[in-house]
């Protein structure tokens, strides 16, 4: 059963770099797609962009300036950046996979709340 | 970027209702379209993709069809632990989009 876990600072200051690794366990993160969605609270879900197994990335157009998306296969992992954060950017941050184009996120982490303020 | 619509935002039911819930694309997707549902403080699951096929595990009641830009959930009797608010998404093009949600409520 694939479990994914995210970690990272639960506070970021304005105008700082958001950081988060997703830990993937029970299966191989060198097979099928890895994916970052946010949701700010109480609102709904938006894509932030991908990493293939290939190691190239997708990513939104509304945040590709500002994010930059990474893979570790030694220890399973990717991560997100985010650069320049303001309080827009305050959300409960997901990562999910993907199986192929088309695929739909079927194993998601539980979420990490990650909070911009000073 | 292809805009989903649902309705409605949100619905009042009792258990064993049978709730429809309708998902619009802003252009045709084909059959590329996912329903997840959220509970509070979780994450969402996913309980049908390309439009009409189950994820494993999810119950019966849950169905999808549609294609093109028009799709719905049905649930056909609802259960206490179906109180939830749903998401349709679409995996045509990217970037891949949600809807707004629908949340189901306890009348």
């Known amino acids: 059963q694939v479990q994914l876990q995210e970690s990272g600072p639960g506070l970021v200051k304005p105008s700082e770099t958001l950081s988060l690794t997703c830990t993937v366990s029970g299966g191989s993160i060198s097979t099928y797609n890895w994916n970052w969605i946010r949701q700010p609270p109480g609102k709904g879900l938006e894509w932030i962009g991908k990493i293939f197994y290939s190691g190239s990335t997708n990513l939104s157009p509304s945040l590709k300036s500002r994010v930059t998306i990474s893979v570790d296969t030694s220890k399973n992992q990717f991560s997100l950046k985010l650069s320049s954060v303001t309080a827009a950017d305050t959300a409960v941050y997901y990562c999910a996979r993907d199986t192929g184009r088309w695929s739909p996120f079927d194993y998601w982490g539980q979420g990490t709340l990650v909070t911009v303020s000073s | 970027d292809i805009q989903m619509t649902q309705s409605p935002s949100s619905l009042s039911a009792s258990v064993g209702d049978r709730v429809t819930i309708t998902c619009r694309a802003s252009?045709?997707?084909?059959?590329?379209l996912n329903w997840f549902q959220q509970k509070p403080g979780k994450a969402p699951q996913l309980l049908i993709y390309?439009?009409?096929s189950f994820q494993s595990g999810v119950p019966s009641r849950f169905s999808g069809s549609g294609s093109g830009t028009d799709f719905t959930l049905t649930i056909s009797s609802l259960q206490p632990e179906d109180f939830a608010t749903y998401y349709c998404q679409q995996s045509y093009s990217t970037p891949p989009t949600f809807g707004g949600g629908t949340k189901v409520e306890i009348k």
């Open positions: 390309a439009a009409s």
């Open positions: 252009q045709s997707i084909s059959s590329f």
